[in-house]
Each structure stands twice: as C-alpha cells, then as structure tokens.
C-alpha cells in the first residue's frame, strides 16, 4: 500500500487535532502515566500528572488495562464535563496510547434521531398496551352485561311470577265479597285492587232479622300479607264467631278485634276499621270507628252529608283499648258510604294529595246522567291521579235507605 | 485500633433496554436527583461515586451503558474489565425483563460469572406495574439478588449499588 505523501499526512493530523479535538495519553506496563498531550482540557484531563498511576487520573481506564489485543476501540464514551470520546488504544514500544477523538456533535445527532425512535417506540408500546387493557375492559363489560341482562330476566320472571300471585289473591279476595242487594234497601259497591293489591276488605251480612251489619277495613301495606289478614278479619265478621261478643254492639266488635290481632304477634300489622249495625225498624245506625275514614250519610233530597266517624285507635297497635259507639238517625231516602283512604288520598301529577273533602263534595253532585255515582267517583280519581293504576286499592261500598 | 485500607476502585455497567431507567438510576445514586424528562444514552456515560463501606472506601465506575433495543445491541466491549453489573428492567413493561435477562445470559458468556444485582425498576407506578410478586419469587430462586427500585423515590436505589460494592470487594 502506498503511504501517503508527508504533506497529506501532515494535512490530515492537523485537521484530526483541531476538528476532533485530538489528546493523547501514554500508559507503561505498571499502569503508570508516562506521556500525555492534545487538547486534553476538552476531555477534562487538563491535570493530570505524568509519573502517577493512569486509572487514577483517567478513571475510565479502569479494568481496562493490561489490554489483551490492540489496537482497540471503545466508541462514543462520555466523560466529565459531557463531551463525548471515541477511545482508540495502540500498543507501541511496550507502552499503550490511549488517543481520544472528539464525537460530541456525532453522538449529539444520534442521540436526537436515537430519541425520536424510542419515543415513537414507548408511544406505540402504550398503545397497544392501552388497546389490551381496553379490550380486557370491554370483555369484562359485556361479561357484566350478560350478567346484568340474565340478572334482568329472573327479576322480569319473579316478578310476573308475583304478579300472577297478587292477581290470584285478589281474586280470592273479591270472591269473599258479599253479592250487591236491593232488597229491602240496596247496596252496592266497587273493589279495584292497586298493583301491588292493599288490604281492603269489606261486607255486610244480618246478624239477625233486625239488624244489619257492614263494615269494610283496610291492612296497612301492601302485598299478599296485608291481603292475607284482611281475609282472615273478614272471616271473622262474616262468621260472627269471637266468643262472647255482642256483634249488634260496634264497641264489643271493635274492642275483640284489638285483642285478637295484636300487631307484635301479627307480623307488625295492624288495620283501620269501621263497623256499623243498622236497624231497619227504628231507622238508627249503630257505628264505631278503628282509625278508619268517616263513613258518610248522606241525605239525597238536601245533598246535605254527615261524616259518620268516633275516636279510636287503628286495631292492633295496643292492647286492653275502649272504643266508643256512635248513634245516628238515617232519614228517609238517604245514602251511607263507607270507604278506605284508597277513595281520596291520591297522589296528583303535580304532587299535591287529594282531600277526604273533595270526595265528599264529589259525591254530593247530583249525577248528570244515569252512571252509578261509584262509577264517575273511580273515573274522577283516575283521572286526578293521572295513570292508569292507582297507588292503592278502591274500596267504596254504598247503602241505598 | 484498625487501620483504614486504602479505595478500591471497581467499574460496574449499568445493562439493560432502553428506556428503563438506568441514566435516572446512576443520577439518584450519585446526584439524589431525579426528572421526568426522558433523555436516550448514547454509547456510554461515566460516573464515579464512592461508597463508605464498614473497613473501607470503595470508588464505583459506573458506566452507564446505551439500553439494548430492537435494532442495536449493547457492546460487549464496553463491559471489558467489569467487575459486576447492575441489571435494570422497567417494572411496567414486562418485555424489558426478557432483554434484562438475555443480556445477563450474554454477559455470563462472555465474561463468566460476575457479581449483578437484578433492579426492577419504576416500583412508584404500582397502577401500571406488569411484574407479579410469583415472578420476582420465582426469579430469586435462582439466587439472584432481585429488588423493586425507583429512580424517582429513591427505593432500593442505595441498597442495590452498596449491595453490589460489598459482593464486588469480598475477595480483596
């Protein structure tokens, strides 16, 4: 190979001390500094002292030495004062020359395109990391969906299955009522259990050919349980079967009923009441009132109204309570409602309760056409409640005298 | 009354793939500093941080090596004359444990057994952590020393590298 010319040679070595910032360092065998020059302050080796051990002065020559095979390149070495040295090793004359090579500006450029790369590359790692975790939640979504929907259908299938079991006792319920008479007064009326069917109940029977009872109560709550006891009650007032009661005297019925059905050994329920016993011979009505509504008399020819009710507690909160007997004449060709609050307490659109009063007001109206009063009074609370069921059951029962 | 010997000097690498927090590592042992910022390697960053052990000084080398990645793999030259190695992964991302170990895998062939301390690191994002407790058990097994790190608090930083100084000076 042909060598190149002196001045070629002495070119290139000045442009490789100026541009690459060329030092140098001489290392004998023992490791010890024996020469040193070029721009060694760049490198920050400005001091170092010829004579003292070499990984003392130039710490990146630790472990390095001896070198096994030269030359030897370590490229791109970062020391103190950050700028970057490829490291190039020649044995020569029993000593090692260490030379460095300036590369900040080469190792500045690959580190910018270097940076871009790893960015990109972290962005993407995210990113599908991101789309893993999204997927693992969407499966876990529709799994929770399919869950939810299941969980969906066996509420839709307990629920019709209740349905179907209030209907049924509903049913049973209206088939306890006593037919409508008409002889020797009438008496109609209309049961519309709610939804969720209430505790209405009522009837009316003669205890004997001269007195005629009727009664209609109401179980707090709602469901087959407060059904279930209003039938039981029922029973009772159908049979005139509690020993030693006077079933003629609305206090005696009212005062038995209270020790039978206590609420703590009742399931926490109780029920309101009102018991009335009419003799037809002496036009009188014997009443009394458990924390039911005002029954109301009504006489046809003034649309003039008396709300029939005395004071006493519902039956079934305590035991060992008096009820009290009202008396009341019944004029000729006069009406006797009794109802639950199923009859008046409806909740309107707007939020508002209706009133026992509007009711009444209601009833006093003189019909307009030949629909049965307890008809348009249905139709008049659906339309204030505005749905298509009411909240609660619609009991009304009218005796015609 | 015992007589102080003199420093030792040893060159620990810092190995593993890019990224996982090596640079952040040698700055939070020798500066106690951290940021956020992300700034690659290239080729290599020396550092010196001298650790007081129990008879005497030892002076690391810590030549913070470029991470390995998919295209460039990290010079064997560079770890000539190591005396131990400090291995990192990024806790968060589980495929820089399989560089960190294959890289051990080339180390151990090229230059034998050497003294290394496995650093899983970025241990404070325990929402994004990617290496389970059954895995750090399984990898100590091997007898491995094996240690949860954060360049950001600080945990595990001091004990990996003083660990490393003590196992390297052993036989001095």
Same mark, same amino acid.
């Given at each position: 190979?042909?060598a190149?010319?002196?001045?070629?040679?002495?070119a290139l070595?000045?442009?490789?001390?100026?541009?690459?910032?060329?030092?140098?360092?001489?290392?004998?065998?023992e490791h010890?500094?024996?020469?040193?020059?070029?721009?060694?302050?760049?490198?920050?080796?400005g001091?170092?002292?010829?004579?003292?051990? =070499?990984?003392?002065q130039?710490v990146f020559l630790?472990? $390095?030495? &001896?070198?096994?095979?030269? *030359? +030897?390149?370590?490229?791109?070495?970062?020391l103190?004062?950050?700028r970057?040295?490829?490291?190039?090793?020649?044995?020569?004359?029993?000593?090692?020359w260490?030379?460095?090579?300036?590369?900040?500006?080469?190792?500045?450029q690959?580190?910018?395109?270097?940076?871009?790369?790893?960015?990109?590359?972290l962005l993407?790692?995210k990113?599908?990391?991101?789309?893993?975790?999204?997927e693992?939640?969407n499966?876990?979504?529709?799994?929770?969906?399919?869950?939810?929907?299941?969980?969906?259908?066996?509420l839709a299938r307990?629920?019709?299955?209740v349905?179907?079991?209030? =209907?049924?006792?509903?049913?049973?319920v209206?088939?306890? $009522?006593? &037919?409508?008479?008409?002889? *020797? +007064?009438?008496?109609?009326?209309r049961?519309?259990p709610?939804?969720?069917?209430?505790?209405d109940a009522?009837?009316?029977?003669?205890?004997?050919?001269?007195h005629?009872?009727?009664?209609l109560?109401?179980?707090?709550?709602?469901?087959?349980?407060?059904?279930?006891?209003?039938?039981?009650?029922?029973?009772?007032?159908?049979?005139?079967?509690i020993?030693?009661?006077?079933f003629?005297d609305?206090?005696?019925?009212?005062?038995?009923l209270n020790?039978?059905?206590?609420?703590?050994?009742d399931?926490?329920?109780f029920f309101?009441l009102?018991?009335?016993?009419y003799?037809?011979?002496?036009?009188?009505?014997?009443?009394?009132?458990a924390?039911?509504?005002?029954?109301?008399?009504?006489?046809?020819?003034?649309r003039?109204?008396?709300?029939?009710?005395?004071k006493?507690?519902?039956?079934g909160?305590?035991?060992g309570i008096?009820?009290?007997r009202g008396?009341?004449?019944?004029p000729a060709n006069?009406?006797?409602?009794?109802f639950?609050?199923?009859?008046?307490?409806?909740?309107?659109?707007?939020?508002?309760?209706?009133?026992?009063?509007?009711?009444?007001d209601?009833?006093?109206?003189p019909?307009?056409?030949?629909a049965?009063?307890l008809?348009?009074?249905?139709?008049?609370?659906?339309?204030?409640?505005g749905g298509?069921r009411?909240?609660?059951d619609?009991?009304i029962?009218?005796?015609?005298? | 009354?015992?007589?102080?010997?003199?420093?030792?000097?040893?060159?620990?690498?810092m190995?593993?793939?890019?990224?996982?927090?090596?640079t952040s590592?040698?700055?939070?042992?020798?500066?106690?500093?951290?940021?956020?910022?992300?700034?690659?390697?290239?080729?290599?960053?020396i550092?010196k941080?001298?650790?007081?052990?129990?008879?005497?000084?030892?002076?690391?080398?810590?030549?913070?090596?470029?991470?390995?990645?998919?295209?460039?793999?990290?010079?064997?030259?560079?770890?000539?004359?190591?005396?131990?190695?400090?291995?990192?992964?990024d806790?968060t991302r589980l495929?820089?444990?399989e560089?960190?170990?294959?890289?051990?895998?080339?180390?151990?062939?090229?230059?034998?057994?050497?003294?290394?301390?496995?650093?899983?690191?970025?241990?404070d994002?325990?929402?994004?952590?990617?290496?389970?407790?059954?895995?750090?058990e399984?990898?100590?097994?091997?007898g491995?020393?094996?240690?949860a790190?954060?360049?950001k608090?600080?945990?595990?930083v001091?004990?990996?590298?003083?660990?490393?100084?003590?196992?390297?000076?052993?036989?001095?």
């Amino acid at each position: 190979m042909t060598a190149l010319p002196r001045d070629v040679a002495d070119a290139l070595q000045s442009v490789t001390h100026t541009q690459r910032a060329l030092a140098y360092l001489q290392v004998d065998g023992e490791h010890r500094l024996i020469g040193a020059g070029g721009n060694l302050d760049n490198y920050g080796l400005g001091a170092v002292q010829l004579g003292g051990q =070499a990984i003392d002065q130039a710490v990146f020559l630790e472990g $390095l030495l &001896p070198l096994p095979e030269t *030359p +030897f390149l370590l490229p791109s070495i970062e020391l103190a004062g950050g700028r970057a040295a490829d490291l190039h090793f020649y044995a020569h004359d029993d000593s090692i020359w260490v030379v460095l090579l300036d590369v900040t500006a080469e190792r500045d450029q690959a580190r910018r395109i270097q940076q871009k790369a790893y960015e990109m590359t972290l962005l993407q790692e995210k990113e599908r990391l991101l789309n893993r975790r999204l997927e693992a939640a969407n499966a876990a979504l529709r799994t929770t969906q399919l869950e939810l929907e299941a969980s969906r259908e066996a509420l839709a299938r307990v629920h019709q299955r209740v349905q179907a079991e209030l =209907a049924e006792a509903a049913g049973y319920v209206r088939s306890l $009522l006593p &037919p409508p008479m008409s002889e *020797p +007064f009438a008496v109609d009326w209309r049961f519309v259990p709610s939804t969720e069917l209430g505790g209405d109940a009522f009837g009316y029977t003669w205890i004997d050919r001269d007195h005629f009872a009727l009664y209609l109560l109401d179980v707090c709550g709602h469901g087959v349980g407060p059904s279930l006891m209003s039938i039981a009650v029922l029973d009772v007032l159908r049979a005139g079967s509690i020993r030693d009661v006077d079933f003629r005297d609305p206090r005696q019925v009212l005062g038995a009923l209270n020790e039978r059905y206590q609420m703590r050994t009742d399931h926490d329920l109780f029920f309101t009441l009102w018991y009335g016993v009419y003799r037809p011979a002496s036009r009188q009505l014997d009443y009394g009132c458990a924390g039911h509504p005002p029954a109301i008399l009504m006489d046809v020819d003034t649309r003039s109204v008396q709300l029939l009710k005395v004071k006493g507690t519902p039956i079934g909160l305590a035991p060992g309570i008096s009820y009290a007997r009202g008396t009341v004449a019944v004029p000729a060709n006069s009406r006797l409602y009794l109802f639950s609050d199923g009859a008046y307490e409806i909740e309107c659109p707007d939020g508002t309760t209706m009133k026992l009063e509007e009711t009444v007001d209601f009833l006093r109206q003189p019909a307009a056409d030949d629909a049965s009063d307890l008809d348009r009074l249905f139709e008049h609370l659906m339309q204030r409640h505005g749905g298509v069921r009411l909240d609660d059951d619609f009991s009304i029962v009218r005796c015609s005298f | 009354m015992a007589v102080a010997q003199p420093a030792l000097q040893k060159k620990i690498c810092m190995l593993g793939g890019f990224s996982v927090g090596k640079t952040s590592l040698v700055k939070r042992f020798v500066s106690s500093v951290f940021s956020e910022a992300y700034l690659t390697t290239v080729g290599v960053k020396i550092d010196k941080k001298t650790v007081d052990l129990d008879d005497r000084a030892v002076n690391l080398i810590l030549w913070d090596v470029a991470g390995e990645d998919d295209v460039s793999t990290v010079k064997m030259s560079y770890l000539r004359g190591s005396a131990g190695y400090v291995l990192v992964a990024d806790g968060t991302r589980l495929s820089t444990l399989e560089v960190a170990l294959s890289l051990r895998g080339r180390v151990e062939a090229e230059l034998g057994p050497l003294p290394f301390v496995l650093l899983l690191n970025k241990s404070d994002l325990k929402d994004e952590w990617a290496i389970d407790d059954a895995k750090m058990e399984e990898l100590r097994q091997t007898g491995w020393s094996v240690r949860a790190s954060s360049a950001k608090s600080g945990e595990g930083v001091e004990d990996a590298f003083r660990e490393l100084a003590v196992r390297v000076t052993a036989k001095q």
